[in-house]
């Protein structure tokens, strides 16, 4: 069975930093590119950054471009968001997603970042 | 930016009846190359993550129900659920997957 298991949520001042990670189980996870989509308290979905399958590319919303770093373990078979400088309109639950391209068809359960002061 | 509008944001049917949500693009989702339009919908239920229902505008992921069916290419879309249940009381999003950076409609919540 498919499983993505985001952490690494939590509550953290505006400026300050976090970094989100997710597990996979269940698929082969080094063919698949794998993403991190947001959703705001109450608002639709946000895709915030992907990763190819080998790493070698990554592709960013503008607003988090050069705030957040998307990387992957393939040997860990994990994905992680480093976010710095986090704003108060980055909160959201976070959602780690799967795909063999750039759609997304396999979703963990997500994450909830919290940015207050 | 591929921007995606859906409408309505919100539509209530009843039971049995059918519900249409429509999603415009603001540039060409048909790869040529491929011949397939980049665009996928997904049902978000309260509470959970999202879910592909159809990609490829019209192709219908595994074990979703054949009263699901999207149809359209190029910039214009449609999600048809033919004869409406209970539990397809969610929020439907429509999505491209065309390109970087991947986009999202702002979403259609459908009530009974």
């Known amino acids: 069975e498919v499983h993505l298991v985001e952490s690494g949520g939590g509550l953290v001042q505006p400026g300050g930093s976090l970094r989100l990670s997710c597990t996979a189980s269940?698929?082969?996870?080094?063919?698949?590119?794998m993403n991190w989509v947001r959703q705001a308290p109450g608002k639709g979905l946000e895709w915030v950054a992907n990763i190819k399958r080998d790493g070698s590319e990554e592709y960013y919303l503008d607003s988090v471009k050069g705030r957040f770093t998307i990387s992957r373990d393939n040997a860990r078979n994990s994905v992680f968001l480093r976010m710095d400088s986090l704003r108060v309109e980055d909160t959201a639950v976070y959602y780690c997603?799967?795909?063999?391209?750039?759609?997304?068809?396999?979703w963990g359960q997500g994450t909830l970042v919290t940015v207050s002061p | 930016d591929i921007v995606l509008t859906q409408s309505p944001d919100s539509l209530a049917v009843s039971l049995g009846e059918r519900a249409t949500i429509t999603c415009k693009s603001s540039?060409?989702?048909?790869?040529?190359?491929?011949?397939?339009?980049?665009l996928a919908w997904y049902q978000q239920k309260a509470g959970q993550p999202p879910k592909v229902l159809l990609y490829?505008?019209?192709t219908r992921e595994s074990g979703v129900p054949e009263r699901f069916s999207g149809s359209g290419s190029g910039t214009d879309f449609t999600l048809t659920i033919s004869s409406l249940q209970a539990e397809d009381v969610a929020v439907y999003y429509c999505?491209?997957?065309?390109?970087?950076?991947?986009?999202f409609g702002g979403g259609t919540k459908v009530e009974i």
């Open positions: 490829w505008a019209s």
């Open positions: 999505h491209q997957f065309y390109s970087a950076p991947l986009t």
């Open positions: 269940g698929f082969t996870f080094n063919n698949y590119w």
């Open positions: 540039q060409n989702l048909l790869a040529s190359s491929h011949n397939k339009d980049f």
């Open positions: 997603g799967g795909g063999g391209g750039f759609l997304i068809d396999l």
